[in-house]
């Protein structure tokens, strides 16, 4: 899937909020892209732009390709063709996302009915393979079970479960752990790890947890208000931050043994209001780097690490990156 230039904006008869500013990305077959950055940036909204699931009030413009096809603009037909086939998402809200009234096998059946075209019965039984696929002990039991029977690990790798039944190529999984118990985090970690080992999933995994990056990313986009400001393959992103903004998140991560009773860095200043898209560095009022350049023009998303020629390369937009050649002292994570 190749996002290029994606802009969302939101329009009300006050104001015009620009949630998403341009944001370009790839994912390929089996990789795993992590989505990082503060409340409100525009993670959720950028997925909800791809599945075509946008409220009326938002206008999208640039280009969504999967696959080839080009989504933005598609009408709703082809993109319920594809939803749910082609692409899905786990939804950040796994406990309003089910519907209550439902069997948990007749939520997950109503998906390969609808687009494999299966029979009530076979539609069951690939249910309970799904169940299974997800680590759900007794599915066969549990099949006929409602959404307020199981616990909310169960509930998330149900809602995991709906998403891929039929093995969609590309899985968007907004927050699938937050909220959960590190152990329930483990197991649906390990769960997508399966699926993108077995299938080929390519999957956009949108977290909070910079510990959650680290165990299951393969790459990382960080996002700051609307923009995405550094991108970069998960260990080089980790080891060597160029964007001040990623510097403060990573610095601002607890690591056991060595903090002391050293206070944890914060990154000082809020986010910006999303109603104006200025001509500049959006993160220049919090920045420590800041300078004229930052406020008088918008840094380009430009090369900012070593050129392998080959693997995926690093990117970051702006104009005073931290340098490359970090110490060990120095690097922040
Ligand atoms: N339907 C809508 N109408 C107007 N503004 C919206 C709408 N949906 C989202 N927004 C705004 O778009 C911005 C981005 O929201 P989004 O939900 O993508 O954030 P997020 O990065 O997913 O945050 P979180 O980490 O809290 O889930 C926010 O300012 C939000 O208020
Ligand atoms: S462009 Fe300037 S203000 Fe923005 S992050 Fe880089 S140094 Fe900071
Ligand atoms: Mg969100």
């Known amino acids: 899937m190749s996002v290029r230039d ?12 620009h949630a998403v500013d341009h944001v370009s990305y790839e994912v390929a ?25 946008l409220p009326p009030s938002a206008s999208v413009t640039g280009s969504i390709r999967l696959a080839g ?4 603009g598609a009408p709703e037909k082809e993109l ?37 075209g299966l029979s009530k019965k076979d539609a069951r039984a690939r249910a309970v393979e799904l169940l299974d696929l997800v680590g759900i002990p007794a599915p066969r039991q549990r099949v006929d079970e409602y959404p307020h029977q199981l616990s909310g690990g169960m509930r998330q790798r149900v809602m995991i479960a709906v998403a891929v039944a039929c093995d969609p190529a590309v899985l968007i999984a907004d927050e699938p752990t937050t909220a959960l118990d590190v152990t329930v985090q483990a197991g649906i970690l390990e769960v997508l790890r399966s699926l993108r080992e077995r299938l080929g999933t390519a999957i956009v ?41 990623t510097h403060g998140l990573l610095g601002a991560v607890l690591r056991p043994g060595g903090e002391g009773k050293r ?3 914060e990154i000082p200043g809020l986010v910006p209001g999303l109603d104006v898209q200025p001509d500049a560095c959006t993160f220049a009022p919090r920045c420590p ?11 380009g998303f430009t090369p900012a690490g070593p050129d392998t020629g080959t693997g995926p390369v690093h990117r970051a937009a702006c104009w005073h990156p931290h340098p490359t050649a970090t110490t060990a002292e120095e690097a922040p994570a």
């Open 6 to 17: 994606l802009a969302v904006s939101f329009r009300s008869d006050t104001r015009t909020v």
């Open 29 to 53: 077959p089996g990789e795993v892209l992590a989505v990082v950055g503060e409340s409100g940036c525009g993670k959720s909204v950028t997925s909800m732009a791809v599945m075509g699931l």
């Open 69 to 72: 096809r080009e989504l933005v």
């Open 80 to 116: 319920q063709r594809h939803r749910g086939k082609d692409m899905a998402m786990i939804f950040q809200e796994p406990m309003t996302s089910l519907n209550p009234v439902l069997t948990i096998g007749r939520q997950i059946g109503e998906v390969v009915r609808r687009h494999q």
């Open 205 to 245: 995994l949108i977290t909070h947890d910079l510990g959650v990056v680290a165990d299951a990313a393969d790459r990382v986009m960080v996002m700051y208000a609307g923009r995405a400001v550094e991108e970069a393959p998960v260990d080089e992103l980790f080891a060597r931050p160029r964007h001040p903004y």
């Open 263 to 265: 206070r944890l860095p």
């Open 289 to 299: 780097r800041a300078d004229d350049t930052c406020t008088a023009a918008r840094p």
